[in-house]
């Protein structure tokens, strides 16, 4: 049994023309007819900013609120194995319709309820439709499906890459930054990203693998960030899935990093402003 106190929602609007929206968004989460979590929320961190195109939208529950049927300061965790297909909706508050291209919802989970340990609980991958309160112009909410948790053995085909940028003065970079896995004695995967990182942006990456692998073969410093230039760079949070499937939705996703809170200091190719490479801590 999996034992859900927090939740992030991670969306992606598709790179189209009027694909980003204004509008706040709702999320639910329903068990047995009861919701554990329905709450409207702005999609930017609380600063109104809206979900542009081709842009990700990254809430934490600080933004979203409790869990829970209580009052918002109660919080009421809820087992992940009670959930159903139908538990988890998105949903949209207004008629500037939006077109969600990924969507990923990570529950916090024990044994420790601080960092504590991050999973998926259900993601949409490609999506054509389009969310509005407006019947003419798309649907008023959308079901997550579930995804499976996977494990040590499960065969990563593909890597989901999550990056959200600090909000702290200067933490954004142009610079290029680099994604390398090991495992089982080899180099896995390299992936550069050169679009550079807002400050208080977010980042959803699918990556292919050159070898498929298994969190069990990644030793502890397996997984490497680092930044190939001198603009430096602060994180705020990173999660790093694996994929059983080589396209489309994955079946089951294994959590390899899961950094809700960076504190592994400043990136850069400068020595007095940051390290050039930090490796990233496997997931308990």
């Given at each position: 049994m999996a034992l859900v106190d927090d939740l992030i929602l991670v969306a992606?609007?598709?790179?189209?023309?009027?694909?980003?929206?204004?509008?706040?968004?709702?999320?639910t989460v329903t068990i047995d007819g009861?919701?554990?979590?329905?709450?409207?929320?702005?999609f930017g961190g609380g600063q109104g900013d809206g979900l542009g195109r081709g842009e990700t939208g990254y809430q934490e529950n600080d933004f979203?609120?409790?869990?829970?049927?209580?009052?918002?300061?109660?919080?009421?965790p809820f087992e992940s194995n009670d959930l159903t297909q139908s538990s988890i909706r998105l949903g949209i508050r207004g008629d500037d319709a939006w077109a969600p291209h990924h969507v990923l919802l990570?529950?916090?989970?024990?044994?420790?309820?601080?960092?504590?340990?991050s999973?998926?609980?259900?993601?949409?991958?490609?999506?054509?439709?389009?969310?509005?309160?407006?019947?003419?112009?798309?649907?008023?909410t959308m079901r997550m499906r579930l995804v499976g948790q996977g494990?040590?053995?499960?065969?990563?085909?593909?890597?989901?890459?999550?990056?959200?940028?600090?909000?702290?003065?200067?933490?954004?970079?142009?610079?290029?930054?680099?994604l390398q896995i090991a495992a089982g004695g080899s180099i896995v995967m390299t992936h550069k990203i050169t679009h550079g990182f807002g400050r208080g942006k977010a980042y959803l990456h699918f990556l292919d693998v050159d070898t498929p692998f298994t969190r069990d073969d990644i030793e502890s410093d397996g997984i490497d960030l680092s930044i190939l230039g001198a603009d430096a760079w602060l994180p705020g949070a990173i999660f790093v899935f694996g994929l059983d499937t080589e396209s489309?939705?994955?079946?089951?996703?294994?959590t390899l990093v899961a950094i809700r809170s960076w504190g592994l200091g400043w990136l850069s190719t400068d020595d007095d402003e940051g390290k050039s490479s930090v490796p990233l801590p496997l997931s308990i």
């Open positions: 992606k609007t598709r790179d189209e023309e009027d694909a980003g929206t204004d509008n706040q968004h709702n999320l009861v919701d554990f979590f329905n709450l409207d929320f702005p979203l609120g409790a869990i829970g049927p209580t009052p918002w300061w109660v919080a009421t990570i529950g916090r989970v024990p044994p420790e309820w601080s960092p504590g340990r999973v998926p609980l259900a993601i949409e991958t490609d999506l054509a439709n389009w969310l509005s309160t407006d019947p003419d112009e798309g649907h008023l494990n040590g053995a499960t065969l990563i085909r593909r890597v989901l890459l999550v990056v959200y940028t600090s909000r702290q003065d200067n933490a954004d970079t142009e610079s290029d930054v680099q489309g939705r994955p079946n089951e996703m294994v």
